[in-house]
């Protein structure tokens, strides 16, 4: 079951993708919130609801399709966590997850663009499960970690290669604005397992990263663990699980994103999130 944010001209509401179309779910009795995914009782009332509402239903290209977070109160990234884009580094496994942050004003719609600032030369585009947490969670087992997650959705942790690398440290080149494009869906976790996910980044069509969540150094269990082990995780919260091999800046010659460019992001189960890059004017 997935869940979109969208509007069709009025104020942004939920609903639940099926195929091509989206039912609306304004008419429970409940609003939706992240605490109430991590629900099964509540998933069965959403699923009855959506059988009796699907006669409502709107075309989906009929709607504008909202990120499924719009303010995360924070973004925490892993870098280095999958095996495959250890090897083309030609690093070591790390033997904890490598953490940073992102500021959740990154934060872009589906099919908004990705603003390439004037000042950067090296923008790369990175495939990324995003983990967004529905209850608060602190000193988690992970044995229990999957009773605080929302559902998942998919991430483009766009990347300024050289303030990151100039700066020795990577909020400044992570976080410029627009650098997170999220979505198109949120999918539970009671419908999706997160490790064994496929997932690819094309620009202009063309397959740039293609792996699988298998790949994972730390899966979603151990990084909730470890996080929550240090900082209170909130709902809302995203945590963005780390990109496979293929990025653009380790490419020989690198294959960074320009102006004109469109950037897929796919992830199975949860859709293709589309971003075209322009100029920062």
Partial sequence: ??????????????GVRRDDEIVSLAGLREDVTYQQL???????VVEDA??????SAVPAEEARVLAPVPRPGK??????????????QDEEVPDQPLLFGKSPSAVTNPGDPIVHPAELEEVDYEVELGVVIGRTAKDVDASEARDYVAGYTAVNDVSGRDAQFDDGQWFRGKSFDTFAPMGPTLVPDEYVDPHSLDVACRVNGETKQDSNTEEFIFDVDDLVEYISGFTTLRPGDVISTGTPGGVGVFRDPP??????????????????LTNAVVAEE
């Fill in 75 to 88: 973004i925490v990234c892993v870098g280095m966590n999958y095996h495959d884009h250890a090897e083309e």
């Fill in 50 to 55: 959506v059988d009796a509402a699907a006669d």
């Fill in 38 to 44: 991590t629900d099964p009782g509540f998933l069965r």
């Fill in 255 to 272: 294959e960074l994103l320009e102006p004109g460019d469109e950037v897929d992001v796919e992830i199975e189960g949860i859709g293709t």
């Fill in 1 to 14: 079951m997935q869940f979109v944010r969208y509007t069709t001209g009025g104020a942004p509401e939920w």
